[in-house]
């Protein structure tokens, strides 16, 4: 028997139910800094996004997290800047599937597929709540530098909370690239197999 698969698929108006349940579970809420959003924002998010890194004018991209066939998670690449060559990285995968190196997998694999698509792309980033160990233990892994704090930045549950911001170099990358001994995400295109 074969092991399941992780694969990155392409973002699409019909996942809009599935993001906005993974959204609204209790861990995420606590996690990540996000304002509530209506049904019909999270579906004109997904329209606006794509997943074609070959766009030339595109500067959100976003890809849903597929394992052995079913969706799991999301993970997006925001606010391109081709003149500065950076793109941040956001990601989130529903908690029963927290604690099995999925989610580094998958944010491996689209940053090892954006540094690949983009000869431009110098500079990968990141944000994790102060206390969201995962996201750092991810960060630390896939060779992300924490390069600050953003004090009392966003509020969960009406508390002020602090924000850390993570920055992965291209050259970086490519040196750590070489000791990850674990199978990265795969990017599928159902339009080409």
Known sequence: MTSPELRLVP???EHVDMWKALREEPVSRRLVPMES?????LLARLQEATHDLSHPTATNFRWMVEWDGR?????AARELSRFHGRVEIGYMLS?????????TRAV?????????????????????????????????????THEGLMRGHYLVEGRRKDQQVWGLLRPE?????????????????PAHG
């Not at 969706?71 to 993970?75: C, S």
């Not at 908690?95 to 989610?103: A, D």
């Open 95 to 103: 908690s029963g599937f927290h604690g099995q190196g999925l989610g």
């Open 173 to 189: 990358w490519e040196a750590r690239r070489a000791h990850l001994t674990f199978p990265f995400a795969r990017m599928h295109d």
């Open 37 to 41: 959003s209506s049904r019909e924002s």
């Open 108 to 144: 491996a694999g689209v940053v090892a597929r954006l540094f690949e698509a983009w000869p431009f792309l110098h500079r990968v980033w990141l944000i994790t709540a102060e206390d969201n160990l995962a996201s750092q233990a991810l960060a630390r892994k896939l060779g992300f």
């Open 11 to 13: 973002a699409r108006p």
């Open 71 to 75: 969706l799991i998670g999301t993970v």
